[in-house]
């Protein structure tokens, strides 16, 4: 009964606000995160009175939906890409991943040291917010590029490949910072080898299964399987079937859920099969699980780092557009794109959201935020400064997105 009123709720209010930003030229995905932040402030504010809702975020079957609606979006994400097309500007997409994460992990980390007071925990938490900048959220990348209509764009193609390989850096990135928290020392070279091994296991075995199980075992469903909607059961189970083997090699699941869509083709299936599977992952992307995802991200605002360090946050939000921006799109116009085009792929590698949540969540759990004691204010709102950050950069992404591109059709440029 609870988690069908949390879900009426929840839908209600990402829709409506979902159609209003439709209505006002943003995507869908900007309602549907404003529809987080007014319910959080509206239960924070009258928590006796919807208690159900209170604490909603930390809630395990809810995380479990929002966990389901990432991994949705990117299973479409990735059925709406080839591997191809992705190869074609992987080169390109390398280079952007690799300076969008240097420079902001320099930046955030160099604001931290100077601004941090001296303690045992310094290292980590300066540590924790370059981490924290550093990385690209990819469903949000997707999922921005998807309301826009450039997700198979080549401006689409690099951001997606680009935040793909960003994801895969984030893990050695997180590797670090975990060893720093659990040891206060960096792992060593055998333990990130350890990583990179796995990593690399895990695209040789997709992409063997993608290139020859997949389609073998695709063919023989066409033939001779009869049970109705097999052809989506059959590309669940192979995503869900990437997804455990991405966990089990220290990936995140979101990593299996997009090559399985990668690999799923028109001649896995037939044409008209592939579009009408495609039409019903959308169906439950966009019109349940994805809206909840979103939401969720805005039930985690903590405005308390506002009141107590705004000009540590104002400076933490400014350094997190500017180091994505310059990091991304130097590389990209270096690469030929125009310079609006490099903006944009700038700006869309600048949308944090769960994945800087969770890195957050872990930092909070190991008592990062405690140290001195007692912690002073920057240590003490830390967490929360990170959480503004990753709800502005989610937030502001997908309107600046909107506006530069639309300015671009108005001058006759080329959306890519």
């Known amino acids: 009964m609870e988690l069908f009123y949390v879900l009426l709720v929840l839908l209600v209010a990402t829709r409506i606000l979902g159609e209003v ?50 991994f949705f979006l990117m299973l479409l994400g990735g059925l709406e890409l080839r591997p191809k097309e992705l190869t074609e500007t992987s080169g390109q997409a390398f280079v952007v991943a690799a300076a969008a994460m240097i420079l902001p992990l320099a930046m955030g980390a160099g604001v931290a040291w100077f601004f941090l007071p001296d303690s045992d925990h310094r290292v980590a938490q300066t540590l924790f917010v370059g981490t924290a900048l550093a990385i690209t959220a990819v469903p949000v990348a997707i999922r921005v590029l998807m309301d826009l209509d450039l997700l198979q764009s080549k401006l689409g193609r690099v951001v997606v490949s680009a935040a793909v390989f960003d994801d895969v850096l984030s893990l050695v990135l997180l590797a670090v910072l975990t060893g720093v928290l659990e040891t206060g020392g960096a792992p060593g070279p055998g333990a990130l080898g350890l990583l990179l091994g796995k990593v690399a296991v895990f695209f040789a075995v997709t992409g063997v299964a993608g290139l020859y199980v997949v389609p073998a075992l695709g063919s023989f469903v066409k033939r001779h399987v009869r049970v109705d909607e097999f052809e989506l059961s059959f590309l669940l189970i192979v995503a869900f079937a990437y997804a455990v083997l991405a966990e089990a090699l220290a990936m995140h699941f979101i990593v299996g859920a997009f090559v399985a869509g990668l690999f799923f083709s028109r001649s896995t299936v037939d044409e008209e099969v592939f579009h009408q599977v495609e039409g019903k992952l959308e169906g439950i992307s966009s019109g349940f699980l994805a809206p909840l995802f979103f939401a969720s991200i805005g039930l985690h605002l903590d405005l308390s780092a506002l009141g107590a360090i705004p000009g540590f946050v104002a400076l933490l939000v400014a350094v997190a557009f500017l180091s994505k921006l310059v990091g991304a799109a130097v590389p990209a116009r270096l690469a030929g794109f125009s310079t609006r085009e490099s903006s944009a792929i700038g700006l869309a590698m600048s949308a944090r959201g769960a994945v800087e949540l969770v890195i957050a969540g872990i930092a909070l759990r190991a008592g990062l935020f405690e140290q001195p004691d007692p912690p002073p204010p920057t240590v003490e709102h830390l967490f929360s400064a990170i959480v503004i950050v990753a709800m502005v950069t989610t937030l502001a992404v997908p309107v600046a997105l909107r506006w530069l591109l639309d300015a671009d059709a108005e001058g006759g440029g080329s959306g890519g």
């Open 21 to 70: 930003a439709v209505r006002l030229r943003q995507p869908a995905l900007v309602g549907e995160l404003l529809a987080g932040v007014l319910i959080g402030v509206v239960v924070m504010r009258f928590s006796g009175t919807f208690p159900v809702l209170a604490g909603l975020a930390d809630n395990e079957v809810f995380v479990a939906l929002t966990d389901l609606g990432i």
